[in-house]
């Protein structure tokens, strides 16, 4: 019960700051604040890629 309820709480904590890292990266005003918030972003969603997995490897066929 408790490992569901630390990783419900984990993924939503990780769901929530790529949300709001993915609005500023957009929306924000200030060039900086996106570019900051592009790094970050870039980051986060690359953390769970495997080592030698390239953006179009899944579009590739066998």
Known sequence: MTYGLVSATAVLLYGGTVSLLALTATFARRATLRRDARASLAVL??????????EGAE????
């Open 59 to 62: 579009a590739d066929g066998p």
């Open 45 to 54: 969603v690359r953390a769970g890629r495997p080592e030698g997995a390239s």
